[in-house]
């Protein structure tokens, strides 16, 4: 957030920066200053078309793929603007009449664009989609060049010595009311669209507007006002360009960072876990055994371990069958985290086997839970329609002492349960 605070005010500095730049060179050479600024606009345009095209598969989002075909659309007809412009001498037919038509062809196209982008966000985009909007837009830019380079029919637009004509005039108004229209649609689906998203359209679209409402002043071609409305164009298709980044490249690359992280934690809890019961598996549950020993031992904590099987499990999977069998083994893990905290280690060593550590309890406070477990196991409500009968279970408990290395813990857990068992099971043994 930090950053942001700071980029922002960098960023207006450095556009305020190069807005002085291109004005003295627009003084200076407006011809070369007109190439740039629209050749900087035609390189974004092109930019957010093929962002538009190559994330379509990613964004499935029939608006991002309209409004990048009519920014090429308008690119594409920006280009012959600029190399019809006058001075240019480039193309047989040039001139600002023909330059400020194809002018206003490319801003219509665009603002028609936005205005029905309004209706579809978030729209899914299909196969016929992709058809119908590159077919107007095709249809759109050849009756462009054909009325306008061709037939000669498109209308004036400036008259040398005279300026803008009143055709003229009235075609920026109508595409400023259209692009006004727009923003009140977007700004009733800004939900859809979300916060960041509508801010992006918002300022683009009041560039936009005031890049019009600019070229209806000029009386010159090589004027201020000409020169200004191109600057302020560049900052419409800088935002247009943002929003698109963001729809298309950073959101669906964090959702895909989200889904990846979420898929990576999944498969190192199917690593470490048992399907069965949910506990640690022997694995995981032996790797955090080890580490929790260490620490204890570094800083001089106590460290027991509580292991137990379940009395005669084998006659339970014999005569009931093994899914009876399952069915009690996740009735023990259901206990188990009934009865200890969630931060203490536990897990299913194997088979009917699980194993204990109470985070720095004692032997003696390792009983306690034991015991506990024992009693909750004879008081817990059976799931319901359970095939089997209440059970015991027998135990072993070791503790760090006598400079007990872990692996001896875990053998002297294991040996007390042994005993438990030849004892006559149902009991603790603690060593």
């Avoid at 009876?324 to 996740?330: D, I, P, T, Y």
Wanted: aromatic share 12%.
């Amino acid at each position: 957030m930090k950053n942001k605070k700071i980029a922002i005010p960098v960023y207006s500095i450095i556009a305020l920066l190069l807005s002085v730049v291109f004005y003295f060179l627009s003084q200076y050479n407006f011809l070369l200053y007109h190439i740039i600024v629209e050749f900087i606009s035609i390189s974004i345009g092109i930019f957010v078309f093929a962002i538009a095209i190559n994330t379509i598969n990613i964004t499935s989002n029939v608006f991002i793929l309209l409004i990048g075909t009519t920014f090429f659309t308008s690119a594409i007809l920006d280009l012959l603007h600029t190399i019809a412009f006058k001075g240019m001498n480039i193309l047989p037919v040039s001139g600002t009449n023909i330059a400020s038509q194809l002018w206003i062809s490319a801003r219509f196209v665009q603002a028609a664009g936005l205005l029905a982008g309004a209706f579809i966000v978030n729209m899914i985009v299909t196969k016929r989609c992709r058809i119908l909007i590159s077919l107007i837009s095709s249809v759109y830019f050849i009756l462009s060049v054909v009325f306008i380079m061709f037939l000669k029919i498109f209308p004036t637009t400036f008259v040398d010595g005279q300026g803008l004509t009143l055709f003229k005039k009235i075609m920026e108004y109508i595409i400023i009311f259209i692009l006004l229209l727009a923003l009140v649609f977007y700004s009733v689906n800004r939900e859809k669209l979300g916060k960041k998203s509508f801010y992006y359209i918002a300022i683009s679209i009041g560039f936009f507007i005031v890049s019009e409402f600019l070229f209806t002043l000029y009386r010159d071609d090589y004027g201020v006002y000409n020169a200004a409305g191109h600057l302020v164009k560049i900052g419409s298709y800088v935002f247009f360009y943002m929003l698109l980044i963001k729809t298309s490249l950073i959101e669906p690359l964090a959702l895909l960072a989200g889904n990846l992280r979420i898929a990576n934690e999944k498969l190192m809890n199917m690593a470490s876990h048992d399907s069965l019961t949910g506990l640690l598996n022997h694995s995981g549950v032996f790797k955090d055994l080890q580490k929790y020993f260490e620490i204890s031992k570094r800083f001089k904590k106590e460290f027991s371990i509580i292991m137990f099987d379940i009395d005669d499990f084998k006659k339970i999977n014999d005569i009931k069958g093994h899914p009876v069998g399952n069915e009690a083994l996740k009735f023990v893990a259901k206990v188990i985290n009934k009865s200890v905290r969630d931060l203490d280690i536990k897990g299913r060593y194997g088979g009917d086997e699980f194993i204990i550590s109470p985070i720095e309890a004692s032997s003696e406070e390792s009983l306690n839970i034991a015991q506990k477990i024992q009693h909750n196991l004879q008081e817990m409500p059976l799931p319901a329609k359970s095939a089997f009968e209440r059970f015991t279970i027998s135990v072993g408990i070791s503790s760090m002492k006598n400079g007990r290395t872990f692996n001896e813990l875990v053998k002297l857990a294991d040996k007390a349960l042994l005993q438990s068992k030849l004892l006559g099971k149902n009991r603790i043994t603690i060593i």
